[in-house]
């Protein structure tokens, strides 16, 4: 596969204190010489010979073209940020902001503070949708890569030398702050609005138990430490149970086979958390059959595993 070169985004000659020479040696060095090298890349793993013995040219080009496609990925980004006035982050993105990072100002802090700190050295700062949290995050990504897996990056800050040395010298602060000036934040926008498009990872599906609603262990958690009044059962099978060694703090163990003996011990009043090994098919069933007997019941998802991976307080099982 050949990789194509995308046309400079910017208008250079529009930006303010970022000068046209300044662009066109970094579109022509940085971003051409990434993609030349990208198709080079691609070009080399084509012709390796990949026979029945492992070929110890393949690992070194798969790490070399993650570099050179994510400098490629990257620039065409960066030239894609630059161009407007950097002023007024829409409103509809700003609130977004806010609501992960507490304000547009913390986040400006946040981002260029980054940036500040890779002065001397080198990484880009991006601005990244995380569909699986449905969150904005601002991040680094050193040596052209490090990008968060699923992430949709949406703004990016270029601090590699060769992004400011020529026109700023060794002021950083200065290259920074003319980035931040030119930021185009109506194109940020339509790229955010395009990126929570994207569907989050799908989630673990129990088609059968679709009807019986679940807890996750960090609502469990906060109940606990609200103090919350809540029934937790663990209902581990009694073949499972004669291995284990812990079980959570504040739960007690009942035997899933024998429900009819302690269903009676139970309180109406206050909810009822159910869970097994890893949430799959005892502690549903329970919360199903407690659920049909009247009891607001729920199981908790992830089961006993799901709930010491959190660091859930346990204590031995006797
Ligand atoms: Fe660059």
């Known amino acids: 596969m050949r990789y ?9 000659w529009t930006l303010n204190g970022i000068s046209a020479r300044l662009i066109e040696s970094h579109y022509e060095n940085n971003y051409g010489g990434a993609l030349n090298r990208l198709n080079a890349i691609s070009e080399e793993i084509e012709r390796l010979d990949l026979g029945d013995a ?14 050179a496609l994510n400098s490629t990925l990257l620039h065409e980004l960066y030239f894609a940020s630059l ?15 806010a609501k992960d990072f507490g304000s547009v100002d913390r986040w400006r802090q946040e981002f260029v503070g980054i940036a500040s700190a890779l002065a001397g050295g080198s990484g880009w700062v991006l601005l990244t949708y995380v569909p699986r949290d ?47 000036r030119n930021i185009d934040w ?23 138990f679709g009807d019986v609603p679940s807890i996750s262990v960090e609502e469990v958690r906060e109940m606990m430490k609200s103090g919350t009044p809540v029934q937790i059962i663990d209902t581990r099978p009694k073949h499972y149970t004669t291995k284990a060694q812990d079980i959570m703090d504040g739960a007690v163990w009942r035997d899933p086979e024998r429900l009819d003996d302690w269903i009676g011990t139970l309180s ?18 329970t919360a199903s059959a407690l659920r049909e007997a009247g009891f607001d019941a729920r199981y908790m998802a ?12 346990v204590k031995l099982f006797e």
């Open 4 to 12: 194509q070169l995308a046309p400079l985004h910017c208008r250079p």
């Open 54 to 67: 492992p070929n110890p040219s393949l690992a070194r080009l798969k790490r070399d073209e993650i570099v």
């Open 83 to 97: 161009g407007g006035d950097g002023r007024v982050v829409p409103h509809e993105l700003a609130s977004s902001i």
């Open 134 to 180: 449905g969150r904005l995050i601002n991040q680094i990504a050193s040596e052209h890569s490090q990008s968060i897996a699923g992430g949709v990056p949406i703004l990016a800050l270029d601090m590699y030398e060769h992004a400011f040395h020529l026109e700023f010298g060794a002021n950083a602060g200065a290259y920074i702050a003319a980035f931040m």
């Open 186 to 208: 109506s194109a940020v926008k339509q790229r955010y609005e395009d990126a929570i498009k994207v569907a989050p990872p799908r989630p673990l599906e129990q088609k059968e």
């Open 268 to 285: 109406k009043t206050e909810p009822v958390v159910t869970f097994c090994v890893y949430g799959f098919h005892i502690g549903c069933q």
């Open 302 to 313: 992830g089961g006993h595993y799901a709930w010491k991976a959190i660091k859930g307080p």
